[in-house]
């Protein structure tokens, strides 16, 4: 299996020019590109706009109708990747270095962890956009004289444009995402139907659902109001409440059912969201139940 930890062994391989920078590079994908490749992985951030593009291997591709795509493809650190291509397509390609992201955080944006499974699909008028800031990135980036800041601020229009981009595409897509919040939702019921083991965490259920942790997180976030950790929190929150009132377990007894391993903690975050302790909880609802 291939890995690839710079830029220049990476663009030799795929056939595109010798890269501008060791941290940033940018250019256009050429005629020769390489169609076809078995599974690879790369130490760094490549963001994609590709237009005229078919890719067969898609899951989002529709074979009784292949029509040419325009979208914005994202491959992170550590994923495989491996594509086979029938025909050529046109584009641009942005590539960051994991230190250049390291050193300059406010760059780092959660689609670019999204990976295959998420591309954003752009209309008319946002290709245009996008098409305009690559090649104004491209131009100060072949200019010796440009300065690194100048090349960040460029990355960090385009990473903002895709982003409300992202934002668009989720809201106009509604059916397409209902599945994963409703998914998500089935899960957190089950794991506390079932026999728990320790409290959950967003990472456990974007694995069971083959997502990305801040995939799944923005999804939800979009369409709940909520992040993926407050609405496990409200769960737990809500099966601890049944407990209270109608089981004889003790607090701590209600921690460890929980999944707790400590009931300090379990008290903690039960009254962050009632802003009660579990036995005030307790006694106030038994009181006013007995009227």
Known sequence: MKKFTDFKTFNNFIGVDEPIDEDIDVGCYPENILLKSDGIYIDFYRISFKTNYINPDSPNFDHSDPKPITAVFFNSPGKLYEWGLDDLFEGFYLQLSKKIIEDNRYLFQNFLEYGYHEALFLNEEEEKEIVLLYENLMQKAN????????????????????????????????????????????????????????????????????????????????????????????????????????????????????????????????????????????????????G
């Open 143 to 290: 200019n010796k004289s440009t300065g690194q800041d100048v090349l960040l601020a460029y990355v960090n229009l385009i990473l903002n444009l895709v982003e409300s981009f992202y934002k668009r595409q989720f809201s106009t897509e509604a059916k397409k995402y209902n599945y994963i919040v409703s998914e998500f939702q089935q899960l957190l019921r089950d794991y506390y139907d079932g026999r728990t083991k320790g409290v959950p965490s967003v990472h456990y259920f974007a694995e069971k659902m083959k997502l990305t942790p801040n995939y799944l997180g923005d999804v939800l976030k979009t369409f709940t109001h909520k992040s993926a950790i407050e609405t496990i929190h409200e769960h737990i929150t809500h099966e601890a409440k049944k407990l209270l009132l109608e089981s004889k377990l003790t607090n701590s007894e209600i921690a460890f059912e929980l999944g707790f391993d400590y009931p300090n903690y379990f008290a903690k975050l039960f009254k962050k969201q009632t802003q009660l302790t579990p036995k005030q909880y307790r006694i106030k609802q038994r009181a006013l139940n007995n």
